[in-house]
């Protein structure tokens, strides 16, 4: 198999140093909850992300794509996606 390209590479490395990369990926994309349990599921998420040397790359790189799903730097989608709208609002 041959290795990936550099930059795709290196778009991604901020990842491995996540706090999120030991803990399971439902903690962040909970899709079977809603209400109070999703809210303490997304709540649950962000002490992850709140404590993760990576916390801004991450927000910001959710943030650009956009990131549609999950919690992304301690973020939620509905969050990132009223960001986005304040954002374009103020451009």
Known sequence: MSEPPRALESFWEWQLQ??????PAHIFFPD???????????????????????LVTCREHAL????????????TARERARRAQTDSRGA
């Open 32 to 54: 079977d909850h809603r209400g109070q349990a999703l809210r303490k599921r997304e709540e649950k998420a962000k002490r992850v992300c709140r404590g993760c040397p990576v």
């Open 64 to 75: 650009q794509l956009p990131e549609r799903f999950g919690v992304w730097g301690a973020m």
């Open 18 to 23: 996540g706090r999120c990369r030991a803990l």
